[in-house]
Nanobody, 125 residues
């Protein structure tokens, strides 16, 4: 069973940058997608970005395009989320997720069957 461990969260000022990382333990099945989701207090969990593990295609929430970059290192079983030009509304707990099978839509949280415990990202305005 694949286990996911996030790191890299913290407190930064608006306009700053953070780089999140998610290390996946070696499992018997490579994921179809690796993704990042986030949940702010009092809000639903929302899609941030995803990457197709084999082909490398990337997908982003519209509000994150141009500011966030997702990448994967297949040799290290790691996925990264580079976040630039951060805004106060980016404050949330960020979760790494893996979809073992093709969920159809990379932004569909229900299609991800492995989740990390989350890392807090706080942006001060």
């Amino acid at each position: 069973q694949v286990q996911l461990v996030e790191s890299g969260g913290g407190l930064v000022q608006a306009g700053g940058s953070l780089r999140l990382s998610c290390a996946a333990s070696r499992g018997t099945v490579s994921p179809y997608y690796m993704g990042w989701f986030r949940q702010a207090p009092g809000k639903e969990r929302e899609f941030v970005a995803a990457v197709n593990w084999s082909g490398g295609s990337t997908y982003y929430r519209d509000s994150n395009k141009g500011r966030f970059t997702i990448s994967r290192d297949r040799a290290k079983n790691t996925v990264h989320l580079q976040m630039d030009s951060l805004r106060a509304e980016d404050t949330a707990i960020y979760y790494c997720a893996a979809a073992t099978f093709n969920p159809g839509i990379p932004s569909y949280a229900g299609g991800y069957d492995r989740w990390g415990h989350g890392t807090q990202v706080t942006i001060s305005s």
